[in-house]
């Protein structure tokens, strides 16, 4: 008996896990199976393939229109630095040291002092700016960096915590407190913004408790999303300083009236875990679901009956006008049955499929299928381009508002312990008092094995702790996470 389609699409599915029996397995199988990434020959390091590296190249394209409207520009800094720098900043060499990567030996010598692989870059970055700043009017430095940095972690996935990885880092100088604060807060907003107009992501925002804050920052604000498991992954965050790597490197100024003062700086990064945060936000069990604004590949047209006299003509005709249009479109004419082209890009994530055969030709239409939602519909021919970029945006908008929705209805309320523990053990985040000690803090990691995300004072502080029952100083968002 000859194999059905319908057999040959639960075959293809099965070459990933179940999403919904095991999403770590579904995770890795995905990532793998549509060629986003490898693993490298170092443990802890991954190979971010073509397709997965488009996704990269979206993102920052997009990101770095945003910074660049607002007054920051890029610049490029060493990737090795002496290890004397972070020793003029305690907290933050305490902070990284356990993932610090040192280089000892170059030229077959001994170097006479070891380079730290940057983890981060304040250190470096905060040299120049000593340098650089003279005066009151060289500020504000508005700066940011695209680049890899290092830090040797020990439990490692593709994306989401790896070796080695790319990111954006912005460091800003300002003449006073307010100013640099005030940037720190427009970055998260800008975070924010680019989270949920382009990855199609919900986010919730806020200060971070002194546990979770980055080390040296006087405050870290956070950009928490809810994965389809329930758990966070903090896609990005940006950080005040206040003066505390001022007056480490000396970055001094002279202001207006004659004396010279520290600046006040601030950092702000995202990375490539937010490909990691598209995946566990939109991925079903199918695959990937690619936000049209990101998708390497926004439309792919499948020729059906391509031996047939016409056929591949119209799509490439269909594909250039796409082109012309602004679309990233491909057009699938590998030597394969079309159902299988059908599997491999909805696993990959595709916004929007184009089907095109002899019978559609002769009655001058095509076949629109969207990725999001599976609805298939039947567009003439000579309006195509107009519909297809009016569906991409509307798959946009309905990938924010389904995501949005889900995490909705995920946020949960405690007023105990046991509340929280059984919250998290619902997949939820769960929002609850806190006295603000380390002590109750601590006891939700080691009962609940879940961390204060953010600070959400804004909504109003509930009466108690629900960990202790003293008087709460805060209402945290408490959840298990990446």
């Not at 991409?392 to 309320?413: C, G, T, W, Y």
């Amino acid at each position: 008996m000859a194999e059905t389609m319908e057999n040959k699409d639960k075959k293809f599915v099965k070459e990933i896990a179940d999403i919904n029996d095991n999403f770590a397995q579904w995770y890795t199988d995905v990532v793998l199976k549509t060629e986003l990434v490898d693993y490298g020959p170092v443990k802890g390091t991954m190979v971010i393939r073509p397709y997965g590296y488009a996704v990269w190249e979206n993102i920052q394209r997009e990101m770095d229109a945003r910074f660049k409207a607002i007054g920051v520009k890029n610049a490029y800094f060493p990737l090795l630095i002496p290890m004397s720098f972070f020793t003029k900043e305690a907290e933050h060499v305490e902070g990284f040291a356990p993932e610090v990567a040192v280089v000892t030996h170059a030229g077959g010598a001994k170097l006479e002092e070891p380079l730290a692989i940057r983890p981060t870059s304040e250190t470096i970055i905060g040299t120049m700016y000593a340098k650089w700043i003279q005066s009151y009017r060289d500020l504000p430095v508005l700066i940011n960096q695209w680049c890899n940095v290092m830090r040797w972690e020990k439990t490692t996935r593709p994306f989401l915590r790896t070796s080695e990885f790319l990111w954006q880092e912005g460091h800003t100088v300002h003449a006073t407190a307010e100013e640099a604060m005030e940037e720190t807060m427009l970055m998260l907003a800008e975070y924010k913004k680019f989270a949920e107009e382009v990855l199609a992501i919900p986010v919730l925002c806020g200060k971070k408790t002194e546990k979770e804050k980055f080390a040296g920052a006087e405050a870290t604000f956070g950009m928490e999303a809810m994965m389809i498991d329930g758990k966070s992954l903090q896609a990005g965050t940006s950080h005040y300083f206040g003066q505390n790597f001022s007056k480490a490197f000396e970055i001094k100024y002279l202001d207006k009236d004659g004396t010279l003062k520290y600046g006040y700086t601030s950092s702000w990064g995202t990375s490539t875990r937010m490909i990691g945060a598209v995946i566990m936000a939109h991925g079903d069990e199918r695959g990937l679901v690619f936000p049209p604004k990101i998708a390497p590949v926004q439309v792919i047209i499948v020729p059906v009956a391509a031996h047939k006299g016409g056929v591949n003509e119209k799509c490439a005709e269909l594909s250039e006008k796409l082109k012309a249009a602004g679309v990233r479109v491909e057009t699938d004419d590998r030597d394969m049955s079309p159902g299988r082209k059908f599997n491999e890009w909805e696993m990959k994530g595709v916004p929007v499929r184009i089907e095109i055969g002899p019978r559609d030709i002769e009655n001058g239409v095509c076949a629109i299928c969207r990725r999001d939602t599976f609805g298939k519909a039947e567009v003439p021919l000579d309006r195509a381009i107009e519909k297809i970029k009016e569906l991409l945006s509307e798959i946009q908008a309905n990938m924010l508002e389904k995501s949005r929705a889900r995490r909705d209805k995920k946020i949960v309320e405690a007023e105990s312990l046991d509340g929280i523990l059984k919250g998290v053990e619902g997949q939820n985040f769960v929002k609850a008092g806190w006295c603000g000690c380390r002590e109750c803090e601590d006891k939700v990691k080691e009962t609940a094995q879940a961390t204060a995300r953010i600070m959400c004072d804004e909504e109003g502080v509930p009466e108690r702790c629900a960990i202790c029952g003293k008087p709460a100083k805060h209402k945290v968002i408490f959840a298990r996470a990446y």
